[in-house]
């Protein structure tokens, strides 16, 4: 008997995402104007305990949009780390900006507050702390580092709707955050993504930039040469029916970190994602690492044999300061952490219907893969 094929990710669109975008279209309010447009920006504003969310079209527009509002421009330099994905480090060129990248902690794979220290200029202006596979970046030490510097914090959140650091929503953690609401991400809407904000001037200068740059209060004129990073009210209404389902959608996905994590737990060379003490990761997709040496395979023959048997994964991000864009910029950068952890990590799929049985049969592979 052959087995169905298992994707790395799937949409979870089992509540009122039909209902909702129909009852847009009807309400012939399809552009970016509309009542799930208001209602989206008030409930996840709410989700991520600060004043203000603005829809975007995506994730890195939601990124470029945070450092036009921070006023970032060309000489200046933003500490990012470099295991990310591209569109963190994009954003920052996107403004004229130069990327300056420091190593991950072992603990939790984001960006290490006890090296921000050696990336530090005259030129620096601020940090974009990622919440990697989920994980908050630990907010307070990084913040703590930033107000001794005079600098400002984003955090990339893309991948960790609902994660918690010490108990506060990611989000509203430094003076912005911006989320993706990609197709594979917790919550989606296909395409689309979010600015946060408590700081209202922040929130009305992202507001007039990624909206053309017209006046909020005189319409037609144009005080600065703005973006259109607008979202659209079916975009949003797709996005009102995945947050009344939010709770049941993170739950599900918890449990099949469960199944997982009892499942690989003690395969001689299989790590699990390390979770901080005051961290409640998002639980995005399932992170293992492959350490060859114990388990007899390394991470990519683990990949390809899993491929062979049907199951779709993914290998961590490439390190980005080796990539063409960011490797010659006249800095010697060595990243030990990240170079490590990149080659040795590897997604599992996880969505809300991936079943106990599917679960099984991933770890039975694993576990039979050991040599
Ligand atoms: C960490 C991170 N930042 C930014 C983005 C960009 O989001 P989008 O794909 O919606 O542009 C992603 C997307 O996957 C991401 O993982």
Redesign the pocket.
């Known amino acids: 008997m052959t087995q169905d094929n298992i994707p790395l990710a799937l949409p979870d669109l089992l509540g009122n995402e039909e209902a909702y975008v129909c009852e847009a279209i009807k309400s012939t309010m399809i552009s970016s104007s509309g009542r799930f447009v208001r209602q989206f920006e008030q409930d996840f504003s709410s989700l991520c305990g600060c004043n203000s969310a603005i829809g975007v079209s ?3 527009v939601a ?1 470029h949009l945070a450092l036009l509002g921070l006023n970032v421009g060309p000489g200046d330099e933003v500490i990012v780390p470099s295991l ?2 591209v ?2 480090a994009n954003a920052v060129k996107y403004v004229g900006a130069e990327p300056v990248f420091v190593d991950i902690d072992t603990d939790n794979w984001c960006i290490d507050p006890r090296r921000l220290a050696l990336a530090l200029t005259s030129r620096t202006k601020g940090i974009i702390a ?1 919440h990697l596979y989920g994980h908050p970046a630990d907010m307070d030490e990084i913040n703590k580092f930033a107000e001794e510097h005079d600098l400002w914090v984003v955090e ?1 959140a ?2 960790a709707h609902t994660a918690l650091y010490k108990g506060r929503p990611v989000g509203g953690l430094g003076q912005a955050a911006t989320f ?1 609401f ?1 197709g594979n991400k917790i919550l989606t809407s296909g ?1 689309g ?1 979010a600015v946060t904000t408590s700081d209202r001037e922040l929130e009305s200068r992202m507001r007039l930039l990624g909206g053309q740059g017209m006046s909020l209060t005189q319409r037609y004129y144009f005080p600065v040469t703005g973006y259109n990073f607008r979202l659209s009210n079916i975009a949003c209404a797709f996005l009102c029916a995945q947050l009344e389902r939010a709770d049941t959608i993170v739950k599900t996905r918890r449990r099949i970190f469960g199944w997982y994590q009892e499942r690989l737990n003690g395969i001689p060379g299989i790590g699990l994602q390390p979770v901080c003490h005051w961290a409640t990761p998002a639980p995005w997709l399932f992170c293992i690492t492959v350490a060859a040496d114990h388990y007899g395979h390394d991470r990519n023959h683990l990949m390809t044999h899993l491929a062979d048997k049907g199951i779709e994964t993914r290998p961590f991000f490439r390190p980005l300061h080796e990539m063409p864009p960011f490797c010659d910029q006249g800095r010697k950068v060595e990243l030990p952490v990240t170079v490590a952890v990149s080659k040795a990590g590897v997604c599992l799929p996880c969505y809300t219907t991936l079943g106990e049985s599917s679960v099984d049969r991933i770890t039975e592979i694993i576990k039979a893969y050991h040599s």
């Open positions: 995506n994730g890195t990124l990310t994905y569109a963190t990622v990339d893309a991948e993706s990609y395409e993504g």
